[in-house]
């Protein structure tokens, strides 16, 4: 199949909260007052631009508490797009089931929860990375499905709310806070690496908007919801005639920002394409 092309809305760190929360911050103030508001108007967002899917790279609640993840589900009601989410940090609970208010409040028709992997079409394989606690409740650990798509793909895309290559050095010359690693980071990547062909890797966690590439691994990291810039972002994939992977990006905050730093650290609107063994800036 030639010039396959999926079109996904991607939103993270929704942070919703109970009322009356007092103000967080991160590189800039969150809007927790805003948050459901905000997850609702990126929603809108997602249907307006005509997406195939809606992608939420985690970090829906801020306290994983049950009033917070109802307040997600009631906005989740309101689309018919297929969802895919993935659990935060943020929406692992201290309880002896730390997942089990996430996946009651992702119970949906048309969601589907991390780990999964999946055909997303014929020549484009999906993988949701999940999350839980690590050993002796230090960090956090991904989880990969290892089912078998029946694919033999040109592009694997993998949504995760950590990201899988490094970049706390990346954050630390720019002058911004990092908010810690997966404690199985490494073994992450490897197992990624070792899947064959093109990789695209998008993920949340940091806050920042940034782009690392790696010969055959394109890494995108999406800048967050309920801080500036306030971000949802546009991401189209596909195969192109030539039967070469390409993925463009375009960020778009939903509040207007002035007079903050924000964290973005590569182009808002970014074109790649996968050709000779490698990632490579493509300005057709």
Known sequence: MANTQVRFGIITEVHIVPPGTPEGFWHNRFLFDRAEELFDKAVRRCEELGVDAIAILGDLTHFADPDSFARVRRVLETTTRPVFVLPG???????????????????LPHVTIAPVALALDPQIDLT?????????????????????????????VVLTHFPPCAMEAMLSDAGLKYAGDLVNRAPLLESLTGIPGPLLIVNGHLHVHATIVDGRVLQLSVAALIEPPHDVTLLTIGIDDDGLPRVTRRACGLVETPD?????????????RFMGGTWTEDAS
């Open 89 to 107: 940090n943020h929406d692992i609970d201290g309880s002896a089931r730390p997942l089990a208010a996430f996946h009651r409040a992702m119970d």
């Open 128 to 156: 949701l990375i999940g999350l839980e606690p690590g050993e002796a409740a230090s960090g956090y650990a991904a989880v990969r499905s290892r089912t078998a798509t029946g694919n033999d793909p040109k592009l694997t």
């Open 260 to 272: 903050v730093t924000l964290p973005v650290l590569s182009e808002r609107d970014e074109h790649w």
